[in-house]
């Protein structure tokens, strides 16, 4: 079961409001934020592959790149433990730590099954 929707490319998040009884989401991965909402499923499914079009559509006569721009490089947070028994991996590996997380993401996309 996935609980987000694709399209083009593109990945909108699912959320229910329980108080407001409306199914809502945004557009992941873009410069904007682009939200969308509908009653039901398929609703919200409809409006968030014309949210995307619309997105697209609004990109290219503004003459923009639609798409975040990823610099290749963020912070990840871990527990010290974590942080030495990866370090000593690299170490013995003849690594550097930042190649054993670039190996450890790698592997991750290609086998995304592992996350649950």
Same mark, same amino acid.
């Given at each position: 079961?996935?609980?987000?929707l694709?399209?083009?490319?593109?990945?909108?998040?699912?959320?229910?409001?329980?108080?407001?009884?409306?199914?809502?989401?945004?557009?992941?991965?873009?410069?904007?934020?682009?939200?969308?909402?509908?009653?039901?499923v398929?609703?919200?499914?409809?409006?968030?592959?014309?949210?995307?079009?619309?997105? !697209?559509?609004?990109? +290219?006569? *503004? &003459?923009?790149?639609?798409?975040?721009?990823?610099?290749? @490089?963020?912070? #990840?947070?871990?527990?010290?433990?974590?942080?030495?028994?990866?370090?000593? !991996?690299?170490?013995? +590996?003849? *690594? &550097?730590?930042?190649?054993?997380?670039?190996?450890?993401? @790698?592997y991750? #996309?290609?086998?995304?099954?592992?996350?649950?």
């Open positions: 079961m996935k609980n987000y694709e399209f083009k490319g593109y990945i909108g998040t699912v959320d229910f409001s329980a108080e407001d009884k409306i199914f809502y989401g945004k557009i992941q991965g873009i410069k904007d934020l682009v939200t969308f909402e509908g009653t039901s398929d609703e919200l499914s409809a409006v968030f592959e014309d949210s995307v079009n619309d997105y !697209l559509e609004t990109c +290219k006569a *503004l &003459n923009k790149s639609p798409d975040k721009v990823f610099k290749g @490089s963020f912070n #990840v947070r871990v527990s010290q433990e974590l942080h030495q028994k990866t370090a000593i !991996l690299a170490s013995k +590996k003849g *690594l &550097n730590l930042n190649d054993v997380v670039k190996e450890a993401l @790698s991750i #996309v290609k086998h995304e099954e592992v996350l649950g």
